[in-house]
């Protein structure tokens, strides 16, 4: 059974940068691809973008594209989400999810099997 632990949220100023991980226990990460999803008060999830099990495909989400960055080191067994000039709009839950899956990935929340429990960012000055 995956186990997906997400860190790295807090507060920041509009305009700033954080930098959210995944890592999980149980097997490997690598084995899996990874997406990640965010959720506001009162709003659905929405995936933001993901990556492929071997990191040579990604997809993102037009509302991110330009400001995230997903990378994995699966050496290291974890996905680390990259945010920069952070809106005060990308205040949310922030969730990493996995599922196995030979090639590719996706962005719908039904495409993933197991779920961390999420880490809160907010965007406020």
């Known amino acids: 059974q995956l186990h997906i632990v997400e860190s790295g949220g807090g507060l920041v100023q509009p305009g700033g940068s954080l930098r959210l991980s995944c890592t999980a226990s149980g097997p490997a990460l690598g084995d899996y691809a990874i997406g990640w999803f965010r959720q506001a008060p009162g709003k659905e999830r929405e995936g933001l973008l993901c990556i492929s099990k071997s990191g040579d495909s990604t997809n993102y989400a037009d509302s991110v594209k330009g400001r995230f960055t997903i990378s994995r080191d699966n050496a290291k067994n974890t996905v680390n989400l990259q945010m920069n000039s952070l809106k005060p709009e990308d205040t949310a839950v922030y969730y990493c999810?996995?599922?196995?899956?030979?090639?590719?990935?996706?962005?719908?929340?039904?495409?993933?099997?197991?779920w961390g429990q999420g880490t809160q960012v907010t965007v406020s000055s």
């Open positions: 999810a996995a599922v196995w899956r030979r090639r590719g990935c996706g962005t719908s929340h039904t495409d993933y099997d197991y």
